[in-house]
């Protein structure tokens, strides 16, 4: 509360942004990092080997059944593509399976390392393959418009039949009497059994910033812009999966970009993080910056969005100081999902506090520790 009306925000502000900075993340007693990456990512990574040999990602529409139908209006209630994605009817005998991408052969499968485990990418070339990645893999094959600003997105829960029929054959290889309906029943409670997760990315620049505010060329912006966005989703991933929570929300954007930045760099660049959230001539604000697509819902009042951009500039500020105080340290592996603990630990108010550098080494000082005691005890 201190924090806040030291910005200048009155008692309703205070009220207000207080309960919009309350974070979801929940505390965790893993210490063992990368963690073991989860049941999806065995068969994905037969995908990405079949990708690859073809050179062309048009492969991947045997298996995830939605790049074999057009992105159109009413898609998602048509009654090929019902009984594709809800019954897994093999598209081959679906008149409506037309095929999706433009330039599939430009358009890549990867598997990424992070501190919680290997996460596809799915990463689209040209915009136009890209948003329709995007409208078919989370919009289900309908035309829902993808905003400019929006270069990458996270597919949560996709129920892959392809693994359902992997399941089936080894059930019923084993079981020949038994029943594959009362099996499938009992699998349909185990999501993780059949449900993946991955991310799609563009190649555009990151945040809607051109190439020339930051004064590089063009093609040298598009290859850190990747990395970028590739980061900012996996830091979301690590969140979501150990914490529990991944919101569009301020706290969720400033560990994300932090560590996009920091680990893309090798270093934290807060004037890059404040362009990014179109704060990079404080205290004006560019509309059409990032952070306006922060404000909540209900979407924060005009009073308390000025001061959510004051916290986001002394926030920047103190993970600059944090940063170039342990500019070693936290480029160590084993750091790494320290530094998530430490920010995670805090709200938004503290790190942006006179004292939010302290607090942020302190955190992370602890995390380490008790991480490399937890790795020293496994080891014996």
Same mark, same amino acid.
């Given at each position: 509360?201190?924090?806040?009306?030291?910005?200048?925000?009155?008692?309703?502000?205070?009220?207000?942004?207080?309960?919009?900075?309350?974070?979801?993340?929940?505390?965790?007693?893993?210490?063992?990092? @990368?963690?073991?990456?989860?049941?999806?990512?065995?068969?994905?990574?037969?995908?990405?080997?079949?990708?690859?040999?073809?050179?062309?990602?048009?492969?991947?529409?045997?298996?995830?059944?939605?790049?074999?139908?057009?992105?159109?209006?009413?898609?998602?209630?048509?009654?090929?593509?019902?009984?594709?994605?809800?019954?897994?009817?093999?598209?081959?005998?679906?008149?409506?399976?037309?095929?999706?991408?433009?330039?599939?052969?430009?358009?890549?499968?990867?598997?990424?390392?992070?501190?919680?485990?290997?996460?596809?990418?799915?990463?689209?070339?040209?915009?136009?393959?890209?948003?329709?990645?995007?409208?078919?893999?989370?919009?289900?094959?309908? @035309?829902? @418009?993808? @905003?400019?600003?929006?270069?990458?997105?996270?597919?949560?829960?996709?129920?892959?039949?392809?693994?359902?029929?992997?399941?089936?054959?080894?059930?019923?290889?084993?079981?020949?009497?038994?029943?594959?309906?009362?099996?499938?029943?009992?699998?349909?409670?185990?999501?993780?059994? !059949?449900?993946?997760?991955?991310?799609?990315?563009?190649?555009?620049?990151?945040?809607?910033?051109?190439?020339?505010?930051?004064?590089?060329?063009?093609?040298?912006?598009?290859?850190?812009?990747?990395?970028?966005?590739?980061?900012?989703?996996?830091?979301?991933?690590?969140?979501?999966?150990?914490?529990?929570?991944?919101?569009?929300?301020?706290?969720?954007?400033?560990?994300?970009?932090?560590?996009?930045?920091?680990?893309?760099?090798?270093?934290?660049?807060?004037?890059?993080?404040?362009?990014?959230?179109?704060?990079?001539?404080?205290?004006? !604000?560019?509309?059409?910056?990032?952070?306006?697509? !922060?404000?909540?819902?209900?979407?924060?009042?005009?009073?308390?969005?000025?001061?959510?951009?004051?916290?986001?500039?002394?926030?920047?500020?103190?993970?600059?100081?944090?940063?170039?105080?342990?500019?070693?340290?936290?480029?160590?592996?084993?750091?790494?999902?320290?530094?998530?603990?430490?920010?995670?630990?805090?709200?938004?108010?503290?790190?942006?506090?006179?004292?939010?550098?302290?607090?942020?080494?302190?955190?992370?000082?602890?995390?380490?520790?008790?991480?490399?005691?937890?790795?020293?005890?496994?080891?014996?």
């Amino acid at each position: 509360m201190q924090v806040l009306a030291n910005l200048g925000a009155d008692p309703v502000q205070v009220e207000e942004l207080l309960s919009y900075n309350q974070t979801f993340f929940q505390p965790t007693d893993i210490v063992q990092y @990368p963690l073991p990456d989860e049941p999806f990512v065995g068969v994905w990574e037969n995908y990405a080997r079949e990708v690859e040999q073809a050179a062309n990602i048009g492969l991947l529409s045997k298996y995830l059944v939605q790049l074999r139908f057009p992105v159109r209006a009413g898609m998602s209630q048509n009654a090929d593509y019902l009984a594709a994605t809800r019954r897994g009817v093999n598209p081959d005998d679906l008149e409506a399976a037309t095929g999706l991408l433009l330039r599939p052969e430009q358009c890549q499968l990867l598997l990424h390392s992070t501190p919680a485990g290997r996460i596809p990418l799915l990463i689209a070339e040209t915009r136009q393959d890209f948003v329709l990645l995007v409208q078919a893999l989370a919009k289900r094959n309908e @035309p829902v @418009p993808i @905003p400019d600003s929006m270069g990458a997105s996270m597919v949560a829960g996709y129920n892959n039949w392809h693994r359902i029929q992997l399941l089936r054959s080894a059930f019923e290889a084993s079981n020949p009497s038994s029943s594959w309906d009362v099996e499938f029943q009992r699998i349909k409670e185990q999501k993780s059994c !059949y449900q993946d997760r991955f991310i799609i990315l563009s190649r555009g620049p990151y945040s809607g910033v051109p190439a020339s505010d930051l004064g590089l060329q063009p093609e040298e912006w598009r290859s850190i812009s990747l990395a970028i966005r590739r980061e900012h989703e996996c830091a979301h991933y690590f969140t979501r999966r150990v914490f529990g929570s991944m919101r569009n929300n301020l706290i969720d954007e400033l560990i994300a970009d932090y560590w996009a930045i920091s680990t893309t760099l090798n270093h934290f660049q807060a004037d890059w993080f404040l362009r990014f959230f179109g704060l990079e001539a404080f205290p004006r !604000y560019r509309v059409g910056g990032r952070l306006q697509n !922060y404000r909540g819902d209900p979407a924060l009042s005009d009073g308390a969005f000025v001061i959510l951009q004051r916290l986001v500039k002394h926030a920047a500020e103190n993970l600059a100081r944090f940063d170039g105080r342990y500019a070693t340290e936290l480029r160590q592996s084993d750091a790494q999902p320290a530094l998530f603990l430490a920010l995670s630990a805090q709200t938004v108010e503290e790190i942006a506090s006179e004292d939010g550098a302290n607090i942020l080494s302190e955190s992370f000082l602890h995390s380490i520790e008790t991480i490399r005691a937890g790795l020293t005890l496994q080891d014996r």
